[in-house]
């Protein structure tokens, strides 16, 4: 548990907050082009300030209205060859909606399916694919060996968090994902594909999470993403079908003989249905971590100290700014299954296979 105090510093984002001033720092997706018409404002609410976009010729988003003066100028970034989609309003503090997808064991219980669907089927959907160069549903894997390892790196662009599903036989599924400083999480959706998820406040108790779909194999079928995330949602809000008005539509049915929530299919509800159910801005003075929660942990403290930074105008040391990460070309996340002896160079491995077998440069 944590003081009152440290949890409103680590979670409020107000203009003069300090974890307000930190996310300040970097870049925030804040609305699809799609969504703008050109040469017509387009309001949005971000980091609880109210803006106004506007489409120009090129068809980038541009800031032509802010309430006060705190963001920092700088060369708007060039988006052309991001594939990325509105996931979603989730009404709760970023923070916590951002510490559901670094804790690797929630995922064998918030998403335990007790049956398992056709692989061939789950094209966009997460842990629908087999695991690894075998023909185990991944859905399998994360039922029968329900209490991962988990290791924590430190990295230069925030952490990485590897998950060890010790088998039978002397195998074991390995599992790496990746948060990225300061609110993104990438994660593998398949053998083909993995999903970065960025958390971004709308205020205080409510935010959108922005996906961002990368392909090793071939381009991703933008028509079927798109589709399967507007059976979910309303637009132009993006606000979930399934809420707290309706009960994320639970079906006591579907919970006996299929999904643990019996919530759906859709992992994102289960997830949004945990996450909503802590409250607006979760009480961490009342929390009790365990062993698994180690990556929240850690992900913690290199929030603190980059407030800690920022404070004592020591900006150079945050983490994924200017130069010190610009020959990143995409961490690895990835599943394998593999010799329990020798898991980390087999991950390291399967890893470079599919990234040599890209057909874009895809080289670390």
Not at 44 to 64: I, M, P, W
């Amino acid at each position: 548990m944590i003081s009152q105090q440290l949890n409103d510093q680590i979670t409020r984002i107000g203009a003069n907050d300090d974890a307000g001033l930190l996310l300040r720092q970097y870049w925030q997706p804040a609305a699809l082009c799609d969504d703008i018409a050109f040469g017509l404002p387009f309001a949005v609410n971000l980091l609880s300030e109210q803006l106004a976009l506007v489409k120009d010729r090129s068809g980038f988003k541009l800031v032509t209205r802010i309430v006060d003066e705190s963001y920092s100028p700088r060369e708007i970034p060039k988006a052309e060859d991001i594939e990325i989609d509105v996931d979603g309003l989730w009404r709760c503090n970023w923070l916590q909606a951002l510490e559901v997808g670094i804790d690797p064991a929630h995922a064998s219980f918030l998403h335990r399916f007790l049956q398992d669907e056709d692989p061939t089927e789950g094209y966009g959907k997460q842990f629908r694919d087999t695991a690894a160069n075998t023909n185990i549903p991944m859905t399998k894997i994360l039922r029968e060996y329900p209490r991962p390892e988990i290791l924590v790196d430190e990295t230069e662009y925030g952490l990485k968090i590897t998950a060890l599903r010790h088998m039978k036989n002397g195998l074991t599924h390995v599992r790496v994902t990746n948060q990225i400083f300061p609110q993104a999480i990438c994660i593998p959706m398949s053998r083909e594909m993995t999903i970065t998820q960025w958390h971004v406040p709308i205020d205080n108790e409510n935010c959108y999470w922005y996906s961002i779909f990368t392909s090793f194999d071939k381009p991703v079928n933008k028509r079927l993403m798109r589709e399967q995330r507007l059976e979910e949602h309303t637009v132009p809000d993006y606000a979930p079908i399934k809420n707290a008005e309706n009960n994320y539509n639970y079906d006591p049915h579907e919970q006996e003989f299929e999904t643990y929530t019996g919530m759906g299919l859709d992992i994102n509800i289960h997830d949004q249905w945990a996450v909503e159910g802590m409250g607006p801005i979760q009480d961490r003075t009342q929390e009790h971590l365990g062993r698994s929660d180690v990556a929240i942990i850690r992900y913690r403290r290199i929030l603190r100290q980059a407030i800690a930074d920022l404070l004592s105008h020591k900006s150079a040391h945050l983490p994924m700014k200017d130069d010190a990460t610009s020959a990143i070309k995409g961490p690895l996340s990835n599943d394998a299954i593999t010799k329990t002896s020798n898991w980390e160079k087999a991950s390291q491995a399967a890893d470079l296979e599919r990234r040599n077998s890209c057909p874009w440069d895809a080289e670390i």
